[in-house]
């Protein structure tokens, strides 16, 4: 009997001693886990790419064993932040080309035109972000310039919003575009009956097909570009708006063979072969990749005047912007998707696309239950119009727009019509839910950007002084909720990333700084000091 009690006892002992073996545990954190509570934590234990605990650092420490143990010294811990709207190979592709992101006028675009083509020459000459709005002169350029500095080498110049372009008198020559040239959707821009060099949105189709194809090898380095910026600023999940079937594939490919780590949600590019082959195929779904989207263009950008408006611009009397799909293919598009598993997801800018997609939501709609379609910016409402948002369907927005457009949003608007536009709150208040991204590289990548954009709607110099439309800012907690949990809501990703809870994956980020409580002047300072995907240290 003594004998017996003895070995029940020494049992007992080591039972109570032996810890769990894991991969990774984190103590000592200030941990956001953005549960349904909302709830904080200071540890998580990590196995299998996974989290398996999350709680209090003693109470971890004492029950799991770890390979590697992190003490995170007090730092702060959010999810792995998720850009619900973005174009991730777009900004791997302008890695490669001219970067004119903050030229201060068209003189300096020229400048970095010529300096470029000086240290890597190219016999087609592309670059990308140049924005007249933030020039003294703020009118469209013309290519006369780049005629005279470069009259037998196509040049074409992409806006920062990807909605108008311009070229040279060589790319017009070899695209065919002469003054007689007649398209829909869009704009060929003529002074004195001349094309003056500016493509706004579908005719930029005609310059696009006379680009030199980039390279398996020039496409596999602009996506881990790509990839390299996104993690260095604690993005995990990416949401590309917009891929062609092979960029797809080729993703799945780095994935599968490890070359690449994140996460990649996937809008199929609204082409007919596109569609008719993943349509058919049905969602495609990997522990990094999600297909299961399709990516349509209702109209242009607010910054081209190309945003499709009920009533002509303020600023431009007897234009109305313009659909790049035109309302009976969204119609059908709609009734397309709707009878298959797939979200349709769709650019609306202006108040008149705006209503042409919400009522081909609703009919196509009709009698399905948690589709989770969006709408990717719902820029500018309509009063009435906010209501749609009542019957599941997701506003996907990027609140650095509202900070970019506030200087002349209400030149291009008026007044009142501004007030219904870049409206998150009331759109989060109709939805119960936002999905934020950025848009890069039409913005900056930096999700922290967006963070401050939503709760200060301030530029980083602080102006305006008290906010911009500040009836319309989000809260902290809504803010992070609408770049992790809710993100991850409108990809059906919900119960494997978002949040830091057990059996989810490991996907999270030591900030610089608490972002949920330094003084917001402070939140575009914060930094991703480390990010983990799966577990992994990828910085």
């Known amino acids: 009997m003594k004998k017996f009690l003895l070995i029940a006892t020494v049992l007992l002992v080591f039972s109570c001693t032996t810890k769990e073996e894991v991969d990774l545990v984190v103590t000592n954190a200030n941990i956001y886990t953005v549960d349904a509570d909302f709830s904080k934590a200071s540890s998580i234990a ?11 650092s003693d109470e971890i420490s004492k029950k799991y064993k770890a390979q590697e143990q992190l003490d995170a010294e007090g730092k702060t811990i959010v999810p792995g932040l998720i850009d619900a709207h ?67 080498t196509p040049v074409a110049l992409r806006r920062i919003d990807g909605h108008a372009l311009l070229v040279n008198q060589k790319a017009l020559d070899m695209a065919g575009i002469t003054a007689d040239t007649e398209t829909e959707g869009g704009e060929i821009v003529k002074e004195d009956g001349e094309p003056t060099g500016i493509l706004v949105d579908n005719p930029m189709g005609l310059i696009s097909a006379i ?41 799945d490919s780095l994935q599968q063979s490890d070359e690449m780590a994140i996460r990649v949600y996937a809008m199929v590019a609204n082409y007919p072969e596109n569609l008719d082959y993943f349509l058919d195929k049905g969602i495609i779904k990997t522990e990094e990749l999600n297909v299961r989207s399709v990516k349509v263009y209702g109209d242009g950008a607010l910054g081209s005047r190309g945003a499709a408006l009920r009533e002509p611009y303020s600023d431009k009397p007897g234009h ?25 997801n769709t650019h609306a800018i202006g108040d008149s696309a705006n209503i042409v997609v919400l009522r081909a939501y609703e009919k196509a709609l009709e009698g ?17 119009d906010f209501d749609y948002f009542e019957k599941g369907i997701i506003p996907s927005v990027q609140p650095t727009h509202a900070t970019s457009d506030m200087y002349w949003a209400e030149d291009r608007l008026g007044p009142e019509r501004v007030k219904g536009a870049y409206a998150y709150k009331d759109l989060l208040d109709k939805a119960g839910l936002v999905a934020l991204g950025t848009d890069f590289p039409v913005e900056q990548v ?33 803010t992070l909720k609408g770049m ?47 990010v983990f995907l799966g577990g992994k240290k990828m910085k």
């Open 46 to 56: 990590i196995k299998d790419g996974k989290f398996i605990a999350v709680g209090d």
């Open 86 to 152: 973005c174009h991730f190979y777009g900004l791997g592709q302008n890695q490669q080309v001219v970067d004119l992101v903050g030229t201060q006028s068209f003189d300096e675009v020229v400048e970095r035109v010529v300096a470029f083509q000086k240290e890597r020459p190219s016999n087609f000459i592309q670059g990308r972000g140049w924005d007249q709005n933030d020039w003294e002169v703020k009118e469209f350029p013309t290519k006369d310039k780049l005629d005279e500095l470069f009259p037998d």
């Open 211 to 251: 680009v030199p194809p980039s390279t398996k090898a020039q496409k596999i380095q602009a996506l881990k570009d790509a990839e390299e910026i996104s993690l260095d600023y604690g993005l995990t999940t990416v949401n590309d708006a917009g891929l062609s079937r092979e960029v797809i594939e080729l993703i």
């Open 320 to 344: 109305f912007g313009a659909m790049v799909t035109p309302v009976d293919q969204i119609e059908a598009l709609a009734q397309r998707i709707a009878a298959s598993d797939y979200q349709m």
């Open 368 to 384: 399905k239950t948690d589709r989770r379609w969006k709408v990717e910016h719902a820029q500018i409402i309509s009063p009435s």
């Open 446 to 478: 930096n999700p922290f950007l967006t963070f401050y954009a939503a709760v200060a709607r301030q530029d980083v110099e602080q102006y305006p002084e008290s906010g911009f439309q500040m009836e319309n800012a989000l809260s902290r907690e809504e």
């Open 484 to 530: 992790t949990i809710w993100a991850a809501y409108s990809n059906f990703e919900e119960g494997e990333k978002g949040s830091i809870e057990p059996g989810k994956f490991a996907d999270f980020v030591i900030l610089s700084n608490d972002i949920m409580t330094i003084p917001s002047e402070d939140i575009p300072n914060v930094t991703a000091e480390h």
